[in-house]
């Protein structure tokens, strides 16, 4: 939440909340203070809507005390998970010192201290009997409760500090899971640089910061939002954004990144998008979203745990009743399968979303990753996909004698410059590119939908399409028509120039495909994508022969943007599992409808909110590595499922044969359970693309 420093002394802090900060958020705040090391006291006013802290001094202190203030919900979560991770390793002390003790204590002492001992584990059991059915603590209060009864005192100890022990380490691992995501959760810095009007740099909250200011961030600075370089240059490491294993030079004209860190120079950033719309506010929301929504397998990963308590309670009766052996009870009783169930399938999904993140890619919780690892149909908005969102000039013809090609590329782009058409900016950007001069030209007229017309070296130029300049303007270009048909059969749009009604040049343009389109495509049919499916609005020979190019099995083309998502719910028809990648505002739609939507990082805000995952690297290979991480994780958890069934079924009829004593079963289970967790916790990496392109 938003806050001023009302007054400050060395040792102490006067915080005022906002208006809008009600008695709750007051609360919060004081007690996420509270909790902070370096805090000598807390005092709340909620009426007054202010904070005074006492404090120990230190800078660091007083860093925390502020960034706690902005997300207080975070520091009391920090708070709680410290104070739990402390309290579940003293009870793991308690139970091993209440073992050691069991051996030194005479009879009527050791007793007493047994009970004192698993009585929580004992009432943990009767009150989930009452309120939620047969779960796993049902069966942990039987286990103990066995050898308890019969007077096994060593036993009932013992087994109490191994579920103790096991359960630390799940909490632990699960907690571990959680804390790699949310180290992705960068907090804003309190205070900016900002270039003034009059070009002076201040200093400014963050809060108060806007879009359309210019930022200035220097060396060892990390860019506070996302923007355009109107400035300077600098290396930045966007490594905790996109995956770039190396720091990226920046110029004007580059795209800058909330997240970043300038390494080296110093940039002046104009802000597009700040706070909760930039890069890193997005990841912070789709973390959120990510921890709080479990994927179908997670669910099923549940129900399957809770089942398997009913699997051993009538494994034990059953063998209760045909050996009458109690050590044998207490042997089954002690098999759980359900921690490793239930545990292991979000910690891998929560692992495989810090990796993507490292790969870059954004994805919104497990469920994404389990559709996206079902995927065999993948559909593409061709525009800002397989090609980037601009053209580039493959061809110039010249039809005048006394023109050469520079010369011709000179005089369009001089016209040209005066209108945004993608046509116009690429021979635009190719004449700066070669360094071309301006040509002097009289006032520039628009026909808007058709092309541009001006005097430039005594002469009217015309440029535009081939139905401006034939049939508006009686050029003809039939002399030039078998060079015209060959361009467009190879799929180039075409900008014809006319000087004085007569032909003077053709220029042939293309979209300009992604270096790595071929390859990953390659790659998805590698992974077991069976069809690849092109949707765009280019005509037919334009289309076709990208398609062709590419080895895309399907074309659409000549399609209005509100066809996607109806082709999209017709694939999804024949029974297929379908991914879409786009980029616009129209393929919201689409995005939706597909089992998997995928934006690519350039994306339109609403293709961005509607997409399941967001490449953040402007790299369509991201997609292959996010194809092939979901389905490691996939397997991977269905691995640890086989594995957990297996081993504990062998632990199961170990005990039921009496081969194994409570001891060693309540061993030998724990250390499966947390054997399968860590694996979880760790397993299905995957190389970012930039080094899978090493590679």
Known sequence: MNFTIAHELPKRLRLRLPADADAWGVTLAAVALESLPGVADVRANVKGRSLAVDHDGRASTRAAILAAVQRPGNAVENALNRREEASGFGQVLL??????????????????????????VLLRGIKTAATEGLKVEVLDAIAIALPALRGELMTANAARFLLDLGSYIEASTVQRSDTLLRSLLRASPDMVWVEDELGEVVQVPFSSLKGGERVVVGTGETIAIDGIVVNGQAFVDQSTVTGESLPIPKEAGDEALAGSVVREGRLVVLAERVGAATTTGRISRYIQEALDRPSAIQCMSRRQADKRVM???????????????????????????????KFGTPIAVKSAMYKAVGNGCLVKGGQAIENLAEVDTV??????????????????????????????????????????????????????????????????????????????????????????LEEDEGVSFADDTPLIERWRSEGKSLLYIAADGAPFGLVALKDRVRSESLATLDRLK??????????????????????????????????????????????????????????????????????????MPRAADIARATADVVLMEDRLDGLSSMLELAQGTMRLIKSNFRASVGINSAILAGAALGKLSPLATATLHNGTTIGILLRALGGGAQPSPREARRQ
């Open 526 to 599: 590698a992974l077991g994508v069976r069809q690849t499916v092109m949707i765009t609005g280019d005509e037919k020979s334009k289309a076709l022969q990208l398609g062709k190019q590419l080895g895309i099995d399907v074309v659409h083309y000549e399609r209005h943007p509100e066809e996607k998502a109806g082709i999209i719910e017709q694939l999804k028809a024949e029974g297929r599992r379908v991914a879409f990648v786009g980029d616009g505002v129209n393929d919201g739609p689409a995005l939706m409808a597909a089992h998997v939507g995928i934006a």
């Open 95 to 120: 139970s091993a010192s209440a073992v050691a003790a069991a051996k030194l204590l005479p009879s009527p002492f050791n007793m007493l201290l047994t009970w004192a001992n698993v009585s929580e």
């Open 311 to 341: 699997i051993t309670l009538a494994s034990g009766a059953l063998v209760f009743a045909l050996t009458r052996d109690w050590k044998r009870l207490e042997s089954v009783f002690l098999v759980d399968y359900s921690c490793a169930v």
């Open 379 to 468: 559909v593409f908005d061709k525009t800002g996909t397989l090609t980037h969102n601009t053209l580039e000039v493959t061809d110039v013809h010249c039809l005048d004698s006394g023109l050469d090609e520079e010369g011709l590329l000179a005089l369009v782009a001089s016209l040209a410059e005066h209108t945004s058409h993608p046509i116009a900016a690429a021979v635009v950007q190719l004449a700066h590119h070669r360094h071309l001069a301006h040509i002097s030209h009289e006032e520039v007229d628009f026909i808007v939908g058709h092309g541009v017309s001006s005097h430039a070296n005594g002469r009217l130029i015309r440029i535009g399409s081939r139905h401006y």
